[in-house]
């Protein structure tokens, strides 16, 4: 399906030499859709996922029902994923609200979660319908008792770059937001341009104030929404800066349904091409990945918004003519 040879893999420097990826299409991804996918379609769509070589696929979420309707099926889901999980150690977080999510995720074998958090009062009020620190509070014998567990605790953190309530966000807020999310006992931070305002300068500068912080590269990922289409040049700032946890999406699929201007994540094919040109591993199979995204653009009724997709899946082009 890729054209041979292409991209030519031109290693830069200052780089990391392996890229992990968190999947985020059958969460993030399909939350957003109007019409309910199939437990079993969802279950088809992780297990493909993985044989393409993603090695961390975000399941589901015990969101409420009510709040996220599209992942009603959690409990139905889950345990159609057993045998995924042993498809190259593959690990499959899952997302909880509260104590109440996490009872629900532990009953079914889970092992890996995430809390999700916001950097600003509006969002927070419409996510979590609580305050920033209210959230917090909430978040913390969440956090504990899955640490207890064993389990491994991801941090989401939206609205790192801008929010369409309240406009720019102050890096020293999101910062703040963010090593209190971290101090609870996170093992990992995921900082999100949930609609997409970031550029690389602000990216880098956030990044660097986190570390003046004391929240270490090792510990964050990062989550880009191609709005403007900056997803692309935003993570690129930040394998610069070190970070080697991209979040996304499998065929760009997404958004967040409480901030209408959020589009589509970045998409995962899209963000394999360009590692694979700069010679970062991922593991990653972009022909059985691409694949992977028609398959479910044909259930979805729509084509992939992935510029990647498209170009390796439209007819070849007749040969060029010569200019005059």
């Not at 609609?195 to 660097?208: N, R």
Request: charged share 20%; glycine share 10%.
């Amino acid at each position: 399906m890729s054209a041979q040879g292409l991209p030519m893999k031109v290693p830069a420097p200052g780089l990391p030499s392996r890229v992990r990826i968190h999947e985020v299409g059958a969460r993030d991804g399909l939350q957003n859709e109007k019409e309910t996918v199939p437990t079993e379609v969802k279950a088809e769509f992780i297990r493909r996922l993985a044989v393409a070589g993603l090695t961390t696929i975000e399941a589901t979420s015990f969101v409420h029902p009510k709040w996220v309707p599209q992942l009603a099926d959690a409990e139905a889901l889950f345990p159609l994923l057993g045998e995924v999980a042993d498809i190259g150690d593959v690990t499959l977080p899952v997302l909880v609200p509260n104590e109440r999510g996490l009872d629900r995720a532990l009953a079914l074998g889970a092992r890996s979660i995430a809390v999700f958090g916001s950097a600003t009062e509006t969002f927070a009020a419409r996510n979590l319908n609580r305050t920033v620190d209210e959230s917090l509070a909430m978040f913390e014998p969440v956090v504990a008792r899955a640490k207890t567990e064993g389990l491994h605790v991801r941090g989401y953190l939206s609205m790192c770059f801008g929010d369409p309530w309240e406009g720019a966000v102050p890096v020293a807020q999101v910062v703040k937001v963010a090593k209190a999310l971290m101090d609870l006992g996170c093992d990992e931070l995921s900082l999100g341009d949930t609609i997409g305002v970031a550029t690389p300068g602000h990216v880098t500068a956030l990044l660097t104030a986190l570390n003046d912080s004391a929240v270490p590269t090792a510990s964050i990922g990062v989550h880009f929404h191609d709005t403007y289409g900056q997803a692309l040049s935003n993570t690129l700032a930040a394998l610069q800066h070190g970070v080697s946890t991209i979040d996304a999406s499998a065929g760009g699929l997404g958004g967040c349904p409480y901030a209408k201007s959020a589009t589509g994540n970045l998409a995962t094919e899209d963000l394999v091409w360009m590692l694979d040109g700069l010679g970062i591993e991922t593991g990653v199979d972009l022909d059985a990945l691409t694949a992977t995204s028609i398959w479910l653009a044909d259930h979805l009724g729509r084509p992939s918004p992935s510029r990647t997709v498209r170009a390796l899946t439209s007819p070849p082009s007749s040969s060029p003519t010569r200019s005059e």
